[in-house]
C-alpha cells in the first residue's frame, strides 16, 4: 500500500515540477551567495560588476567590526525583538480574548484593530515622537520596545484570534460556572493550551521588530540604541556607498533571522496559517 502510495507521489512530481523548485530556490539563495561574494571583495572588485571575486579578501570581515560597533547593533535589535515581542503578547492576549470570547467592542473594534495596520506607518511618527518624549525614551532600547510592541498588536491579534478560535468556548464555560474569573481563564487555561501559538506569534513579532528600520531610524540618533538596520544604511555616504562593509553587516544581520526560520518553520507556519483561519 505504501509503495503503490510513495509510486504514486513520485508521478505526481514531474520535470516541470523539479525544475520549478530550483528556479525557486536559486530566486532566494542568489542574492543570499551574491551578498557573500560582495563581502570577500575589494571596492574596485565590487564595481566590476563579476559575481565571484577575482582576488578574495578578509579585509571588509575584520575591518566592519572595527569601524562601528556591530556586536552592540546586534544586541540592540536582540534586545528589542524580544522584549517588544514579549510585551506584545502581554497585551494581545488578554486584549484577543476579549474581543474574540467575550465579544468586546463588537465587529467594529477586531476590524478597527485591523485596520490600523494598514495605515502607512510614517503617519504615526510624529504621535510616537510626542510620546517617547514625554516619557523620556527617545534614544533609548526601552523607547524602541515601547513603539515596536505597539505597532506589532494588530499582527498578533490577527494570529492569536485564530488559535483562539479553535478552543472549543465550552471550556471557558465549564471554568467559570466553577467559579473561574476571566484573569485565571486566561492564565491558567487558556494560555497553556495556546502555547504554541504564543511561540509562533511571539516569533513573528519579533522578526518584525527585529527587521523594523523606519521607526529605529526616527527614535534611535545614537550608538547606545541603534538597531542593525538603521546602522547598515549608514554605510552608504554621499559619495561612496562602501559595499563590502555593508554585505558583512548584512549577513551578520540576517544569522539570527534564518535560525529562526530553520528551527521553527513548524512554529512560524503554523501562526501563519492559523491567523487566515476564521471559524
Same mark, same amino acid.
Given at each position: 500500500?505504501?509503495?503503490?502510495?510513495?509510486?504514486?507521489?513520485?508521478?505526481?512530481?514531474?520535470?516541470?515540477?523539479?525544475?520549478?523548485? /530550483?528556479? $525557486?530556490?536559486?530566486?532566494?539563495?542568489?542574492?543570499?551567495?551574491?551578498?557573500?561574494?560582495?563581502?570577500?571583495?575589494?571596492?574596485?572588485?565590487?564595481?566590476?560588476?563579476?559575481?565571484?571575486?577575482?582576488?578574495?579578501?578578509?579585509?571588509?570581515?575584520?575591518?566592519?567590526?572595527? /569601524?562601528?560597533?556591530? /556586536?552592540?547593533?546586534?544586541?540592540?535589535?536582540?534586545?528589542? @525583538?524580544?522584549?517588544?515581542?514579549?510585551?506584545?503578547?502581554?497585551?494581545?492576549?488578554?486584549?484577543? %480574548?476579549?474581543?474574540?470570547?467575550?465579544?468586546?467592542?463588537?465587529?467594529?473594534?477586531?476590524?478597527?484593530?485591523?485596520?490600523? %495596520?494598514?495605515?502607512?506607518?510614517?503617519?504615526?511618527?510624529?504621535?510616537?515622537?510626542?510620546?517617547?518624549?514625554?516619557? !523620556?525614551?527617545?534614544?533609548?532600547?526601552? +523607547?524602541?520596545?515601547?513603539?515596536?510592541?505597539?505597532?506589532?498588536?494588530?499582527?498578533?491579534?490577527?494570529?492569536?484570534? !485564530?488559535?483562539?478560535?479553535?478552543?472549543?468556548?465550552?471550556?471557558?464555560?465549564?471554568?467559570? $460556572?466553577?467559579?473561574?474569573?476571566?484573569?485565571?481563564?486566561?492564565?491558567?487555561?487558556?494560555?497553556? $493550551?495556546?502555547?504554541?501559538?504564543?511561540?509562533?506569534?511571539?516569533?513573528?513579532?519579533?522578526?518584525?521588530? %527585529?527587521?523594523?528600520?523606519?521607526?529605529?531610524?526616527?527614535?534611535?540618533?545614537?550608538?547606545?540604541?541603534?538597531?542593525?538596520?538603521?546602522?547598515?544604511?549608514?554605510?552608504?555616504?554621499?559619495?561612496?556607498?562602501?559595499?563590502?562593509?555593508?554585505?558583512?553587516?548584512?549577513?551578520?544581520?540576517?544569522?539570527?533571522?534564518?535560525?529562526?526560520?530553520?528551527?521553527?518553520?513548524?512554529?512560524?507556519? !503554523?501562526?501563519?496559517? @492559523?491567523?487566515?483561519?476564521? +471559524?
Amino acid at each position: 500500500m505504501s509503495l503503490f502510495g510513495h509510486a504514486g507521489r513520485r508521478r505526481r512530481i514531474g520535470p516541470w515540477s523539479g525544475l520549478a523548485a /530550483v528556479a $525557486m530556490v536559486a530566486f532566494f539563495a542568489l542574492p543570499i551567495a551574491y551578498l557573500v561574494s560582495v563581502s570577500f571583495k575589494t571596492p574596485d572588485q565590487v564595481l566590476t560588476g563579476h559575481f565571484l571575486p577575482d582576488a578574495p579578501t578578509l579585509y571588509n570581515w575584520g575591518e566592519t567590526f572595527r /569601524v562601528i560597533p556591530l /556586536v552592540r547593533f546586534l544586541v540592540n535589535s536582540l534586545a528589542v @525583538a524580544c522584549f517588544s515581542a514579549a510585551l506584545t503578547l502581554a497585551i494581545a492576549l488578554p486584549a484577543t %480574548y476579549a474581543m474574540i470570547r467575550l465579544k468586546v467592542g463588537g465587529r467594529f473594534l477586531p476590524a478597527f484593530i485591523l485596520a490600523t %495596520y494598514v495605515a502607512p506607518p510614517v503617519v504615526a511618527l510624529i504621535p510616537l515622537f510626542m510620546l517617547l518624549r514625554w516619557l !523620556g525614551l527617545l534614544n533609548t532600547v526601552a +523607547g524602541l520596545v515601547l513603539v515596536n510592541a505597539v505597532a506589532n498588536l494588530p499582527v498578533a491579534f490577527w494570529l492569536l484570534s !485564530g488559535f483562539l478560535r479553535r478552543l472549543p468556548p465550552e471550556i471557558d464555560e465549564a471554568a467559570w $460556572m466553577d467559579g473561574a474569573g476571566h484573569a485565571t481563564v486566561i492564565c491558567r487555561i487558556i494560555a497553556p $493550551m495556546l502555547t504554541p501559538g504564543l511561540v509562533a506569534t511571539g516569533l513573528i513579532c519579533g522578526i518584525l521588530a %527585529y527587521d523594523e528600520f523606519l521607526l529605529a531610524s526616527a527614535f534611535s540618533n545614537d550608538e547606545g540604541s541603534r538597531t542593525l538596520p538603521v546602522a547598515i544604511a549608514l554605510f552608504q555616504g554621499e559619495r561612496l556607498i562602501n559595499f563590502g562593509q555593508m554585505a558583512v553587516a548584512s549577513l551578520t544581520g540576517i544569522v539570527p533571522v534564518y535560525l529562526i526560520g530553520l528551527f521553527a518553520q513548524r512554529f512560524l507556519i !503554523g501562526g501563519l496559517t @492559523a491567523g487566515s483561519i476564521k +471559524g
